[in-house]
């Protein structure tokens, strides 16, 4: 267990047992299907949480949940709608959009949270694998964004602890 799990370990116990841990086995079919190979850090975060909320605000998304809201689309669903919304954004205000393409493009970003705001945390895949930076876009992928050097549990360490510290900080628009 890497020391930001840990430090969120400290802060908040993980449950005795976490709904929707996923398996070694069931990752291969979900980055089958997305086509990478997700941080360790996102696989040991979803091991140790589950499915959930944190501070009843940001939630990290979870690909072995099912959803049992009639109205829920799903992991995969959820992905491509967030996705989805860059592109149609793009499209209709690109003088206000964030200077991302979405996963599979060079440096795109794939979804893997969100805050009730409407706003969307992606991992940027670029470089290294567990190196990885992480992309907060505000709510529907405008106005600003910023971008975070760590991992899950650090981010989530740094949020809860209200030290956030972006890398970068950019508004758009």
Not at 47 to 74: C, L, V
Not at 93 to 122: I, K, M, Q
Not at 129 to 137: N, R
Request: glycine content about 10%.
């Amino acid at each position: 267990m890497d020391e930001s799990l840990q430090q969120l370990n400290a802060i908040e116990r993980p449950p005795s047992r976490p709904s929707a841990p996923g398996t070694i086995e069931g990752w291969r079919p979900v980055e089958q299907k997305i086509g990478v190979t997700f941080p360790r850090h996102y696989k040991d975060y979803i091991r140790s949480y589950g499915a959930g909320q944190w501070a009843g605000f940001f939630g990290i998304m979870d690909p072995f949940y099912e959803w049992k809201h009639p109205q829920a689309t799903g992991y995969f669903r959820w992905m491509e709608t967030r996705l989805d919304g860059l592109d149609e954004l793009r499209r209709q205000h690109p003088e206000s959009v964030v200077p991302f393409d979405r996963h599979p493009a060079p440096d795109g970003l794939l979804p893997f949270g969100y805050d009730d705001n409407g706003g969307t945390l992606c991992f940027q895949v670029s470089g290294v694998v567990d190196a990885w930076p992480i992309v907060f876009l505000s709510g529907k992928f405008g106005g600003s964004y910023d971008t975070f050097r760590g991992n899950v549990a650090a981010f989530l360490v740094a949020l809860l602890k209200e030290k956030f510290l972006p890398i970068e900080t950019r508004a758009i628009g």
